[in-house]
Structure formats: C-alpha cells, structure tokens
C-alpha cells in the first residue's frame, strides 16, 4: 500500500510542475470579483433586453470562465469551507433556474446581487488572509486528507474484505485498480486543463457520471457483501462460497469500485493542488510537508480499517463494511448529481430549510435528495430481505 502512496505523490508533483497556474492574472480575489461583477450586470442587461439566452450564458461565462477555471471554487473549499462552495455553486444555479422561468427583472436582478455579495465575502476573506507557513500547509493536509478519505475507505475495505475472506492472492487486483485510476486521474486532469473543449460544463458532466457509476458498483458491492453474510456456517464453507463468487466476476466489481473511487478523487486532488499551487507565493515546503502528512495519516486509516478487520468477527465485519460502503453510494449520489446540475443537465429546485453538507454529499435540492432517499429506502428493503434470510437459516440448524 505504501507503493500506493509513493506513485500518488509522484504523479502530483509531475503534474503541478506540468500544468501551469492559472491564477496568475489576477493579483487578488477581488480583482477576479471585480471582472465577474461586471458579467453578471452584463446578464442582468441581456435579462432586462428580453435576450434569457444571452443572459443565461453570461452566467455561465462567470460559473466557467472565473469561478471555476481560476480555481476560485477549490480555493474557496481549501480556505473557507466545502459547504460555502456548495452555496455559492447553487446560488449560479439559481440565478439560471430564474432566468428560464421567465421571472420578474427585480427578482433576477435581487438573485444576481446575492451572488455578487457572496463572491465579495469570499473574496474580502481570502484576500484578508496574510500568507503564512500555518495556513499553507493546514489547507495542503485539510485537501489530501478530505479528498483521499473517500477513497481511502474504499480501497481500505475493499482489501481488508478480500483478506478477511481468505483472498490475499487476489488483492493485487484492487491495488492494480488503484493505480492505474491514478495514471488515468493525471491523463483526465491534464485533458481537462488543456483541451477547451472539455473545460466547463463538460468537466462537470464528466465528473458527475463517473461519480453515478460510482454509485452503481458501489451498491452491488455493498449488497453482494451483506449476502454473503447470511451464509449458514462460517469458516471453510463461507471462504468456499466467497471463493466462487469472486472467481465468477465479483473480483472485477470490486477491483473497478476501487478504479472509481481512486479515479474520481485523484483528478479532483490534482485540480485542487493547482489553484492551491497557483496562490502560494512563498512557502512551497509547506505546502508539500502538509501532502506528505496527509498521505500519512491517510495510511494509517488504512492500515487502521485493516486492524479492525482482523479483530471484528466475521459477521460483524461484513455487515458493517457493507453498510460503509452503502454510506459512501449515498454520499456519491448527492455529489453526482450536484455535478449534473453544475453542467446544466439537471435542474435545480431549491429546498430552504436544509443546508450543506458537503462531506455527505448532502445538498438543498430535490433532485439530489429524492434519489438519496430512494436509495436509503432500497438498501433497508434489501437489508431486511437478507436479515430475514439468515434468520432462516439459523432456525433451520
């Protein structure tokens, strides 16, 4: 695993030296506020001028040309928090949502102020923040530490599963799935920063998907899991019938949920690095002390989930695997969706009285929270099914 480590770090160091900052011509946060206050009058003139295209487009020219090429969004989440970006990427939802429903000037007009004061916040906190040692490197550990947890997890459960089923030969399979999600994350980074074509709302649409087929492997490997659990004798019998299943194509299903998971965190790490990269002017050791603790703590969670395999009995063990993974589809299904609405695919109806929560992938909106709720209901329908079938077996003994 530590190999894991080693060859993430190198692919994130050859990147950042590949791909240059983008930051670069804008000497503040305020400055970048400044041109995309005057998009967003530019929309509100189209809006007022009958042209809801035009106007619409504007916004987009501010969501994908400022917010997100300049890596104001990821600086936002490194420095301020995950659940502000979220506000502040709805928040240009919104303002589109308003524009095609045809909604009064004032309305629009009231919705692209709040944006405006939004970014200034922003702005005025990022800009007020003297760069120091402290800061470089808590936002350099806070983003290897956020974004590698996801996965981290995964690939970690996967493997302590593998090993607890008496299928240590076979996890060379998920670590291959690993690395080579991590060579495919520089290829797909290092595409989307180069070829315009894909920048925009077509790297939302990507994002968003892989993260929904994320889901789906995720589910059936949850729900494999917990079948397995049921199983009427532990021991021998139980290795037996793992065993054949893997051999029948569930080792693929586990070896590409660790390929997802890897693939969708490591390119979002390396964007993140760069904005970060690109606003350090002075202390680049820190930065780079605070991705080696990362990577560090991140092992030890590792290696942590492999300890608590070996000490939970079987049962138990699978169970609560399962139920982390399904935790992690849930969490995958609110941030894929939410990427779908970025890239204008899904439309976005607002819930006010719920907030963000970014790290559960928890966000405002019907169409990200109906589909999570759907979910939860079918994982306790299928957890019953299997609860009820081992139950069974037991009065069968």
Request: with cysteine.
């Amino acid at each position: 695993m530590c190999k894991f480590f080693k060859v993430f770090i190198m692919f994130t160091l050859l990147f950042s030296f590949v791909c240059p900052a983008v930051f670069g011509a804008h000497k503040t946060w305020n400055d970048v506020v400044d041109e995309m206050e005057s998009v967003a009058k530019e929309s509100y003139s189209k809006y007022a001028a009958g042209d809801k295209k035009a106007a619409k487009d504007a916004v987009d020219k501010a969501y994908f040309g400022y917010y997100e090429k300049l890596g104001f969004e990821k600086t936002v989440m490194a420095y301020i928090s995950g659940s502000r970006a979220a506000q502040v990427e709805y928040q240009f939802s919104f303002i589109k949502k308003a524009i095609n429903a045809g909604k009064p000037n004032k309305e629009v007009k009231e919705s692209l102020d709040k944006l405006v004061t939004f970014l200034r916040e922003d702005a005025n906190k990022l800009d007020g923040k003297k760069e120091s040692a402290l800061s470089i490197f808590l936002a350099s550990l806070l983003i290897i530490t956020r974004e590698g947890f996801e996965a981290i997890i995964i690939v970690g459960a996967i493997i302590a599963y593998l090993r607890k089923s008496g299928n240590r030969d076979k996890t060379r399979s998920v670590y291959a799935g690993a690395l080579i999600a991590l060579a495919a994350s520089v290829v797909m980074a290092f595409i989307l920063n180069r070829i315009s074509g894909l920048s925009g709302a077509n790297q939302e649409i990507i994002e968003g998907f892989t993260m929904l087929l994320a889901v789906v492997v995720l589910f059936y490997v949850s729900n494999w899991m917990v079948s397995k659990s049921g199983a009427r004798q532990w021991g021998s019998y139980i290795e037996k019938k793992i065993q054949g299943s893997i051999t029948k194509g569930g080792l693929f299903s586990l070896a590409f949920a660790a390929f997802l998971a890897v693939f969708r965190e490591g390119a979002e790490t390396i964007l993140f690095y760069q904005a970060l990269l690109a606003n350090t002017e002075t202390y680049f050791n820190m930065l780079w002390l605070g991705l080696g603790i990362g990577c560090i703590a991140l092992v030890f969670i590792y290696i942590l989930i492999n300890v608590l395999s070996i000490k939970l009995p079987l049962k138990p063990f699978f169970l609560g695997t399962s139920i982390l993974l399904f935790i992690m589809s849930i969490s995958f299904t609110g941030s894929g969706i939410k990427e779908l609405q970025e890239g204008n695919v899904i439309s976005v109806t607002p819930i006010h009285f719920i907030g963000s929560v970014d790290i559960l992938g928890i966000y405002p909106t019907f169409e990200t929270l109906i589909p999570q709720v759907f979910l939860l209901i079918l994982a306790i329908i299928l957890f019953a099914v299997h609860i009820r079938k081992m139950k069974r077996q037991n009065m069968a003994q």
